[in-house]
């Protein structure tokens, strides 16, 4: 099992920018992917951005693609995304995820361990 523990999150205007951590401890996931998640008050759990632990290789949503990146630091097991333009519609809690397989990542289904999440407020 992997510990995911998110960091960052916060209060922040429209426009600003916020970097959110996710530290991994546990078994070695260096084969695996991480992705970010996000669920706002009433509305189901959002695919926000994966990355390829292996490659880097990274995907988006496109409803941030353009204003967020997703990246990592293998040295310090730790996924970080950083967020900029930030507009109201982002506001949300923000879950990073770990995953065994390489295949619809943009799929909550497909992840096997989940951080406890981090709130994220965009003001107008």
């Known amino acids: 099992q992997v510990q995911l523990v998110e960091s960052g999150g916060g209060l922040v205007q429209a426009g600003g920018s916020l970097r959110l951590s996710c530290a991994a401890s546990?078994?070695?996931?260096?084969?695996?992917?991480m992705g970010w998640f996000r669920q706002a008050p009433g509305k189901e759990r959002e695919f926000v951005a994966f990355?390829?632990?292996?490659?880097?290789?990274?995907y988006y949503a496109d409803s941030v693609k353009g204003r967020f990146t997703i990246s990592k630091d293998n040295a310090k097991n730790t996924m970080y995304l950083q967020m900029n333009s930030l507009k109201p519609e982002d506001t949300a809690v923000y879950y990073c995820a770990a995953s065994g397989t390489y295949y619809s990542l943009t799929s909550p289904q497909r992840y096997d361990d989940w951080g406890q999440g981090t709130q994220v407020t965009v003001s107008s």
């Open positions: 546990g078994r070695r996931f260096s084969s695996y992917a």
């Open positions: 990355i390829i632990w292996s490659t880097g290789s990274t």
